[in-house]
T-cell receptor, first 110, second 115 residues
């Protein structure tokens, strides 16, 4: 089977840095994706890590450690608009059939 | 438009009625997915279509759920004899490649409420 665990809620202030962790149990692991979803909106792709290490895209970075079955999303210089739910996801079955975690709700306060 | 289009955006129905939800993927995307998202929850995989291959139906929760994809483009998800527990947002996504990229393009979803 496959499951992904992430915290349900995280709170931070504007300008701060926040890390959202994701641990997974899976067979045939291919990589870890991160998605952002604002209330009432569609999930949007943020990043994909197929290999160990840190991937940086602007204010957002994503990290993967395959040996630890662990990854995280790092958000820097937080802005109010970053308040959203963040989901980690992993492909299963050799293609883009993504299995999602339950999501982490990030609240950014002034 | 350039994105994944879903209709209706909102559907309210009575228990026991059938509903059809439509998805128009991004032009040229060969892979199409349906997910279900209950309030405050993650995304639950339902079904996957890739080209002319047999669909992966492993996520369909019961035989009341079915989906088809005509001409490798538009897809319809049908729920028969709806139940209150079917109330959720049904999200469609597409992707351009068969290989793993971890990136899906989602529509805005169809919110289904079963009374």
């Amino acid at each position: 089977g496959q499951s992904l665990e992430q915290p349900s809620e995280v709170t931070a202030v504007e300008g701060a840095i926040v890390q959202i962790n994701c641990t997974y149990q899976t067979s045939g692991f291919y990589g870890l994706s991160w998605y952002q979803q604002h209330d009432g909106g569609a999930p949007t792709f943020l990043s994909y890590n197929a290999l160990d290490g840190l991937e940086e895209t602007g204010r957002f970075s994503s990290f993967l450690s395959r040996s630890d079955s662990y990854g995280y999303l790092l958000l820097q210089e937080l802005q109010m608009k970053d308040s959203a739910s963040y989901f980690c996801a992993a492909p299963r079955g050799g293609y883009n059939k993504l299995i999602f975690g339950a999501g982490t709700r990030l609240a950014v306060h002034p | 438009g350039a994105g994944v289009s879903q209709s209706p955006s909102n559907k309210v129905t009575e228990k026991g009625k059938d509903v059809e939800l439509r998805c128009d993927p991004i032009s040229g995307h060969t892979a199409l997915y349906w997910y279900r998202q209950s309030l405050g929850q993650g995304l639950e995989f339902l079904i996957y279509f890739q080209g002319n291959s047999a669909p992966d139906k492993s996520g369909l929760p019961s035989d009341r759920f079915s989906a088809e994809r005509t001409g490798g483009s538009v897809s319809t998800l049908t729920i028969q004899r709806t139940q209150q527990e079917d109330s959720a947002v049904y999200l469609c996504a597409s992707s351009p490649f068969h290989k793993i990229t971890g990136e899906l393009f989602f529509g805005e979803g169809s919110r289904l409420t079963v009374l």
